[in-house]
């Protein structure tokens, strides 16, 4: 009866001890590992072209699910939230480089992404020549976080130019688009998938302001970390 008893109390108290540390520990090693910040090792919150910069205004934190990181995952996901690649492999403009801080210096873009306006196939031509949202990408070596220099253009005719805050309107768009659940589909595999995505704003990473930035259009300092989870 006795031991019964003792057994009864172990069994209902035990797990509740265990959970309770195993809530409090994951998230503080959580925050650490969703980037590196650059400008802790030589690196800048701002992109490189001739001397001026675009601010990278999003980072896809190395918290997600680590097939959103990989060239082609990520390019899945961006689909999904109504980005493609550039119409016929079209590329306008000079290639952009940023350093991160990760031992590599300055490094190129590995690819930019332009709103693709829901159509398959042509719709970023349509961004090409109408203007829209399109953004650079710049992985981070060591921990796989991707940082993203986002800005809305104007119209080819005005060769491509920043619309007035440009780089905030942009970014917001992208995250208006891209938070919570959205269902990405890839034809060659037939394969659906739920990504679900979370925001946390940044801020005292970049000075607000237009110093150093391309076309001097100000930004408001803040940086939109998206933590990507497949489902
Ligand atoms: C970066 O792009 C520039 C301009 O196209 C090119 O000259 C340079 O070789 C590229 N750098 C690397 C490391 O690929
Ligand atoms: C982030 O900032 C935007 C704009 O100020 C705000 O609307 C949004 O609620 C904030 N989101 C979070 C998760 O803090």
């Given at each position: 009866m006795y031991s019964s008893t003792l057994l009864t109390f172990f069994a209902l108290a035990l797990p509740s001890l265990l959970s309770a540390t195993a809530v409090t520990k994951p998230v503080v090693t959580k925050r650490a590992a969703d980037?590196?910040?650059?400008?802790?090792?030589?690196?800048?919150w701002l992109d490189s072209s001739a001397g001026l910069g675009e601010p990278l205004n999003v980072v896809i934190s190395?918290?997600?699910?680590?097939?959103?990181?990989?060239l082609d995952g990520f390019l899945q996901y961006a689909q999904a939230i109504g980005f493609n690649v550039e119409c016929l492999g079209l590329h306008l403009g000079n290639p952009q480089s940023a350093n991160?801080?990760?031992?590599?210096?300055w490094v190129n873009e590995t690819e930019v992404l332009r709103?693709?306006?829901?159509?398959?196939?042509?719709g970023t031509c349509l961004e090409s020549l109408t203007g829209g949202n399109h953004f650079r990408v710049f992985p981070q070596a060591g921990t796989g976080a991707l940082f993203l220099a986002v800005s809305k253009e104007e119209d080819v005719e005005d060769s491509h130019n920043i619309v007035p805050d440009g780089y905030d309107i942009g970014r917001d768009l992208l995250v208006a688009g891209a938070v919570g659940k959205k269902i990405g589909f890839d034809a060659s595999k037939f394969k659906f998938t739920t990504y679900n995505t979370v925001l946390t704003n940044l801020t005292g990473l970049i000075a607000p302001g237009?110093?150093?930035v391309n076309h001097g259009i100000a930004q408001d300092g803040v940086i939109k970390l998206l933590t990507v989870t497949i489902e």
């Open positions: 980037f590196v910040n650059p400008t802790l090792a030589g690196g800048s190395a918290q997600s699910s680590p097939e959103v990181l990989t991160l801080g990760d031992g590599r210096g709103e693709s306006f829901g159509i398959p196939g042509v237009s110093d150093g």
